[in-house]
């Protein structure tokens, strides 16, 4: 599922999360900073996103998901030649971090997240994004 912004900064973000109330919240937040946002329940659904050609700027996976974890997703995405994605672990395991940062992950912020840990990491796309058109 797609959900796009009123005003879209052309930041296309995959927002990986099994927990609806999560994927809500986690959306909302990206939705405020302009994203485009598609939705995946598991890691599987967001590998095979890459295997029809998606392009994403950003992906926020959840760790612990049914049919395929987070980290297990970040090596299959990695392992496509998506290097150029940021992807970011998202969870409140404690040892959630060490798991995505193994498995190839750009960056970790644990739940809950807020929207002021996220805007500088938007910014950031955002910025290579316009020195990639320069």
């Known amino acids: 599922m797609e959900l796009k912004a009123k005003k879209s900064t052309s930041i296309k973000a995959l927002l990986v999360e099994d927990i609806e109330v999560c994927r809500l919240v ?3 937040i990206l939705l405020a900073l302009n994203c485009e946002v598609t939705l995946a329940v598991n890691g599987k659904e967001a590998v095979e996103l890459f295997l029809e050609g998606k392009k994403f ?3 926020l996976l959840d ?3 049914p ?3 987070g980290p297990e997703a970040v090596v299959k995405i990695r392992a496509m030649g998506e290097g150029d994605v940021k992807i970011v672990g998202v ?3 404690d040892h959630a971090m060490e798991a995505f940062m193994n498995a190839g992950a750009d960056a970790f912020v644990p739940k809950p997240m807020r929207r ?3 805007i500088p990491i938007i910014q ?3 910025n290579k994004k316009k020195n990639a058109m320069v």
Do not use: C, N, P, W
């Open 91 to 93: 969870s409140a395991d």
């Open 124 to 126: 950031e796309i955002i």
């Open 26 to 28: 986690l959306s909302t």
């Open 63 to 65: 760790k612990d998901m």
């Open 116 to 118: 002021e840990v996220l």
């Open 67 to 69: 049919i395929m974890t």
């Open 57 to 59: 700027d950003i992906v």
